[in-house]
């Protein structure tokens, strides 16, 4: 869920003004012609890539139809004048910032917990060499709307009524159809202008307004996008394309509801029955809200001091027709407000209340619950199921699920508690991924784990003193971590096909964006300085290796393992065939790499 207007407050947005002095074009290619390619030659991880998105689909293992994809074709759109295939010489890395983008769906006009607000990032690279690779100027980066598996999602206006209630929502704010809180539009075939944020070295845009219905009024949790970089002249640099994750399947209704919903959140004053079912729930939710917290007269004055036109309850708010920011009240670091009067923010508030409240459909305390069916209770949701990367779907020999929301995020209780920063004391990658492990609960007596090492660490002290978010880290080559593992909860590979299009145009697999020579012109000659601390892939690391590894074979434990007989991080990331001394060895995918696979261990 999510979108954090605060984060914009830090975020200075620079537009990118557009002078590609030509000789940067020049210099690019002779740079290219120049290098010296010794060692790219022969590596068999190469090229599928080079093709982008013209010999492949989707099939990364999907069952989904693929029918649109062929047709819409890849990179020679027909949107926006100049169409020419991407040169092969830039990498685009683009995604959205979380996971999943919560919001009120089409009726804003009782009350709003989220508007709809998605973020959209992205980093350009040049592939050749192995510096100054970053390009933050001299490039336009657009994004429009792109068809997939049948779902064309272009406009916004239309499938809510956000647009009839934003100025009294967002004191301040302006009601123009399809233009988002930060001036973004809704993704059409009109390619839109990105910015450069140059504090956070990557390419916005902000709050985009986008639904989660297609244009036949379907449902569409995963609308995907386009994103292409041109140069100043009009030529395509690289594209990519993406999912926006959208939805409102914020299920209060299973307890709100009028009669079917729970009886301990009857209004006293009796269920609304309102014809429309979220209409009725948010009304029985405001009765609820007024009969425990009568609004203070102080606290409505500051409320008006601060624009929002609300009345001495919320329900009457509502019903002179001004629809309640839940956030007016309650401080919350997605929208950047502050709390009036005593009222907590609206993280601790909604946690720690519902922690104690029965879950209908199990009779279970919510807080009780180990799984991710009580979290979907308010977040998107049995339905969008949107927490579907590496780690959602991870699976045991059973096929059941290893991880649930509560394996990284603790209980409900925990994640109410007051001593909490809301949006910001987040859990991280090192508390699982740590010493060669992979732990599958985030939280050691209750707390956070720390980290033993920092191989697979956010960075410390990011955006801010004292948090250390992922998606503002960086690592490999000044990159994003979500440049190269997607968006927290979708983490590559995913179960949703869009989400795995981006490493497949890329690479020709999913999953993390692996292959050197996804970025690199030529296969990089490194013994430890690819991502993570990993060498040079490939052939030429067959010839290599063992310089380095006679000299110090010790270094080669942390991933090869301690008997240097393969770890999960050694596993190939595509298949390979590699030439030995005496013939061909063949790896599968996924094959933990031993150094007994090829001579008699790490001291042959
Ligand atoms: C699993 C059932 C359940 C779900 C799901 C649920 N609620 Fe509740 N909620 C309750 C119950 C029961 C109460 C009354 C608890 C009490 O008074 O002890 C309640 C109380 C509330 C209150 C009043 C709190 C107060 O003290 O004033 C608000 C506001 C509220 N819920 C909002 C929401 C919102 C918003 C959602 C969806 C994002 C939601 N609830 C989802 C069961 C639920
Ligand atoms: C006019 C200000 C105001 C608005 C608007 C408002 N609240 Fe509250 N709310 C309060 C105050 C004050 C309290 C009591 C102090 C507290 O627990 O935060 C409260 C309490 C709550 C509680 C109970 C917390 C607990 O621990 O018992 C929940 C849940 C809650 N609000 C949810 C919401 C939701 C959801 C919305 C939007 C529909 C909302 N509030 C809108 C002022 C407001
Ligand atoms: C009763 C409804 C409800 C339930 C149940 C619920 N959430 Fe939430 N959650 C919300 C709402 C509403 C927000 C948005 C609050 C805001 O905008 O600040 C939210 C925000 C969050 C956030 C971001 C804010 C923060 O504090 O960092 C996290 C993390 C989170 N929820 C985790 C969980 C987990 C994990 C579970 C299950 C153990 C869960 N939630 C169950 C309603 C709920
Ligand atoms: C709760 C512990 C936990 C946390 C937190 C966690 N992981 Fe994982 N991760 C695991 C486990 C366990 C596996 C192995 C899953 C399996 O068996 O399929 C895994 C697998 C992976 C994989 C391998 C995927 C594949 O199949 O190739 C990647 C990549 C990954 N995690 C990245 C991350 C990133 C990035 C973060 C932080 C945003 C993170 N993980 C946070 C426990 C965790
Ligand atoms: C593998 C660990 C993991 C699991 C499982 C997980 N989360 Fe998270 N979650 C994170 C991390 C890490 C962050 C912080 C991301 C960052 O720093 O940018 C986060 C952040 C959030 C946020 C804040 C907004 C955002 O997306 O960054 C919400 C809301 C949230 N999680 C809800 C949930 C819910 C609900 C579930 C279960 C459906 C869940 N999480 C499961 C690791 C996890
Ligand atoms: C240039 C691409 C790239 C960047 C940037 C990157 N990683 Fe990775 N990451 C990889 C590769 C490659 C692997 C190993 C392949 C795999 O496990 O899927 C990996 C694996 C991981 C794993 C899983 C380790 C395991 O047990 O398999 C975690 C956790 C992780 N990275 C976290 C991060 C964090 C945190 C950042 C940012 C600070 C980051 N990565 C930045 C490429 C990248
Ligand atoms: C997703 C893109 C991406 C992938 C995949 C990638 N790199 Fe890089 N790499 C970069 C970028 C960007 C830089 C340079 C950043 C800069 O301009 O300083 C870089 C820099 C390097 C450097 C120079 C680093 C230094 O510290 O001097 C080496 C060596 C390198 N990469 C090796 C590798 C190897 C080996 C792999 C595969 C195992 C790999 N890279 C995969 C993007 C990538
Ligand atoms: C950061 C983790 C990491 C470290 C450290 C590491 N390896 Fe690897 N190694 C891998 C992975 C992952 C693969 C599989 C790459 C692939 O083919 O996709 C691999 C593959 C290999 C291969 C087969 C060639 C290939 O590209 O598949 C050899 C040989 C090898 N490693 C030797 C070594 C030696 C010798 C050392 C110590 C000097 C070492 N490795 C250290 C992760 C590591
Ligand atoms: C893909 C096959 C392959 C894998 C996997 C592999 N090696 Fe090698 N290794 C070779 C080849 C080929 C040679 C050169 C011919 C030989 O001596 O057998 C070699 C040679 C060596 C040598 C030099 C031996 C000598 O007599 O000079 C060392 C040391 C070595 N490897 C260490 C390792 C270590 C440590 C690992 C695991 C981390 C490893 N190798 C994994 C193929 C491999």
Known sequence: MKLHLVFISLLLVFFVGCQLPSNTTNSDANQSNQTQDTNGGNDNTNNTHSTTGDSHNEDGGDNNNHDEDNTNGDNNTTTGGTTTTPSGKYTLLAWND??????????????????????????????????????????????????????????????????????????????????????????????????????????????????????????????????TAKDTTGTILATARIVLPVSDEMNCAKCHASNQGSADAKPLSGWENNANAIKDYKLNILKLHDQNHPISATDLQTLHTKGYDYNSSLYNTVQS?????????????????????????????????????????????????KNRNACYSCHPGSTTQCLRGAMGDAKDANGNLIMQCQSCHGTLSDVGNSSRIGWKDEPNCQACHQNGQRYTSALQNGTLRSAADRRFATNPDTPEAGVSMYRFSTGHGKLQCSACHGSTHAIFPTRHSADNLQSIDLQGHAGT????????????????????????????????????????????????????????????????????????????????????DCHNGPNP
């Not at 001036?183 to 986008?210: C, D, H, L, R, V």
């Not at 929208?335 to 923010?345: F, H």
């Not at 909604?350 to 919510?366: C, E, F, Q, T």
Request: glycine content about 8%; proline content about 5%.
């Open 98 to 227: 979380l996971g999943m983008h919560c919001m009120d769906g089409s009726e804003f006009s009782v009350f709003t917990i989220l508007p709809p607000y998605n973020n959209l990032n992205a980093q350009l690279i040049k592939k050749d060499g192995t510096s100054n690779k970053h390009v933050a100027s001299g490039v336009i980066l657009t994004y429009e709307s792109y068809v997939y598996n049948g779902h064309t999602n272009t406009i916004s206006s239309t499938k809510t009524n956000f647009w009839d209630y934003i100025t009294s929502l967002f004191p301040g704010s302006q009601s123009i159809p399809d233009v988002g809180l930060t001036g973004n539009k809704t993704p059409s075939f009109t390619p839109q202008k990105m910015s450069y944020n140059a504090t956070n070295k990557w390419f916005e845009a902000t709050a985009i307004p986008i639904i989660n219905r297609d244009d036949n009024n379907a449902t569409n949790y995963y609308p995907v996008v386009k994103v």
């Open 321 to 369: 027709g001004t629809p309640v920011l839940c956030a007016a009240c309650h401080s919350s670091n997605a929208l950047g407000t502050a709390s009036v009067g005593n009222a907590q923010p609206l993280t601790v508030a909604l946690h720690s209340k519902h922690a104690s409240v029965i879950d209908p459909s199990n009779g279970m305390r919510l807080n009780d619950s």
């Open 513 to 596: 964006i692996a292959e050197c020579t996804a970025c690199h012109t030529t296969m990089p000659n490194t013994t430890s300085n690819g991502p993570h601390g990993m060498h040079t892939i490939g052939q030429n690391w067959v010839s290599r290796h063992q310089d380095v590894a006679e000299h110090n074979s010790a270094q080669c434990k942390v991933c090869h393992g301690s008997n240097y007989r393969g770890s999960v991080l050694s596993k190939t990331f595509a298949a390979r065939t590699l030439q030995i001394e005496h013939g061909t060895k063949s790896f599968a995918k996924g094959h933990m790499v031993s150094c007994y």
